[in-house]
Structures are given as structure tokens and as C-alpha cells.
């Protein structure tokens, strides 16, 4: 009964580690290569649908990723005591001052802090974007060793991997459709013109971004050319 024991619990992380594989596209996978420009986001060839993400808020309201269908999305992964997050914080703060009317939303994601302590972050910095945590909604931040490589991800409730965060912070792009179309490992510097004009480019209503709900007849997305503009 031992030995079953052992071989049973050996398959069932060999099966983990398929889930991972097979559900979530690797940030240094599946892009163009590093981010070649001033701003470190990279983009994806071509944006994969990403599936729903469940939080809530401090104060235990739920909130789906669904909820702002229709907006372009930066979802921030960050934590508190994160030198590189507190440097990039004014540049997402400026970033939803002057995009937010244009249907930008930026939702920073805290799994690793606690909520008191989340909570009285919030209370000091105030920041103009919803902070969310991972509650009980069954999304969680999950540590995996992949030979010499140690990173992280984001699971649902069925332990399958949705997202990459092999560090704070990182942000994802998400544009009106719900595509991910690019991403950066370490602060991005949102102010450049390489940032401001690809934010623009997505927030173009002819993509289907509107202000609120997106509409059911909202047009199919337009490509996009992923130019450098400095």
C-alpha cells in the first residue's frame, strides 16, 4: 500500500506539470524574442484568447476579468515590498489618469500579500485602479521548479495554468476582445512614446473598444502593426 501510495502521488505531479504545459503559453516561449525597446513590453505573434480570471476585492467583493469586456486591461502582478513595483506605481497612476476615458483599465493583482496588509497599502497610496486579491475564488499563484528554472503561475480552480509570473513586476496587455497580445517582466516604462502609441493603437474604437459593455455587434478585430516608434 506504500509503494501504490508513492506511485500514485509521483503521477499526479507528473499530470500538474502536463496541465501547466499544455494550458499556459510561456512568456519566453511563445513572443518575438525580448522586448527591443525602451519601454520592455514584448508582443506576442499573433493575441491568444486568455480564459476568465476570478478575484476579489479587499473588501470581499468578486470580480471577473469578463467584467470589462470591451476595455483594453493591464493586469499588474505586483507585491508590497517590491522595489521595481513602487518604481513603476507612478507610471501606471499617470497612465490610468490620461487613458481611462479611452476605455484603459488597469487591475493590479496582489497573491501574495496579506489582505490587512493589501488593505492598508490602499488606504495610504490610494491608487486610481481596482487592488485585488485572490480571496476564495480558487485562482492562486503557484511556485513550479522546471528543471533549473523556478517561476510561477497562475492557476484556476482545476490547477490549470493561465498566465506566467516569473516575477514582480509583470504586466499583461489585454485588449478589447480579450486577447492577450504582450506582456513585461519588470516595470514597463508606460510613459514612452513606444508605450503610448500601442495603447492608442488598441484603444482605437474600430478594434471594439468602447466605454462600458462591449455590444454584441461590436466588428471583429482589426490587425494591428507592432511597429517601434522609437
Known amino acids: 500500500m506504500k509503494r501504490l501510495s508513492i506511485t500514485v502521488h509521483v503521477h499526479c505531479i507528473v499530470l500538474i506539470i502536463l496541465a501547466f504545459l499544455a494550458y499556459c503559453p510561456s512568456v519566453f516561449s511563445q513572443t518575438t524574442g525580448p522586448a527591443s525597446n525602451s519601454a520592455n513590453i514584448s508582443l506576442y505573434p499573433q493575441p491568444y484568447q486568455l480564459s476568465n480570471l476570478v478575484f476579489h476585492t479587499p473588501s470581499g467583493q468578486t470580480v471577473s476579468l469578463k467584467d470589462y469586456q470591451g476595455k483594453v486591461v493591464i493586469l499588474h502582478f505586483w507585491s508590497i515590498n517590491c522595489p521595481a513595483c513602487r518604481m513603476e506605481e507612478p507610471l501606471l497612476v499617470q497612465l490610468k489618469q490620461s487613458m481611462a476615458a479611452r476605455g484603459l483599465e488597469i487591475l493590479a493583482v496582489n497573491f501574495v500579500d496579506p489582505p490587512q496588509a493589501i488593505s492598508q497599502y490602499i488606504a495610504a497610496k490610494r491608487p486610481p485602479f481596482p487592488v485585488l486579491l485572490k480571496g476564495s475564488t480558487g485562482f492562486d499563484l503557484k511556485v513550479v521548479k522546471m528543471g533549473s528554472k523556478t517561476t ?12 506566467e509570473v516569473p516575477g514582480f513586476p509583470t504586466n499583461y496587455i489585454v485588449d478589447c476582445r480579450g486577447g492577450v497580445i504582450g506582456y513585461s517582466v519588470g516595470p514597463a516604462q508606460w510613459d514612452s512614446s513606444y508605450a503610448v502609441s500601442l495603447l492608442q493603437r488598441l484603444l482605437n474604437p474600430a478594434n471594439g473598444c468602447v466605454v462600458g459593455r462591449l455590444p454584441s455587434h461590436a466588428p471583429a478585430r482589426v490587425s494591428l502593426k507592432w511597429e517601434a516608434t522609437n
Open 152 to 163: 510561477a503561475f497562475v492557476v484556476n480552480p482545476a490547477l490549470e495554468a493561465i498566465l
